[in-house]
């Protein structure tokens, strides 16, 4: 299943590409995508709901003011 999230904050396109990077070697996602200029992550997992956590702890490391909007 994937959602898609918005984002608040997310400042450059290099911390997007680091995030998503994170994102695709945590376990349940399958992939994820984080588009900076939209502002908005996308995230295909079995049970999106589930990993969200996850998400939002490595988005953290790289961008700790960034808000993802569930």
């Not at 994170?22 to 588009?35: E, I, R, T």
């Amino acid at each position: 299943m994937t959602k898609t999230y918005r984002v608040h904050n997310l400042d450059c396109a290099n911390c997007a590409a680091k995030m998503e990077r994170a994102l695709n070697k945590l376990d349940g996602v399958n992939s994820a995508s984080v588009n900076f200029f939209a502002q908005k992550i996308t995230v295909d997992a079995d049970d999106p709901d589930a990993v969200m956590p996850a998400v939002k702890k490595a988005c953290k490391k790289v961008e700790p003011d960034m808000e993802i909007v569930c």
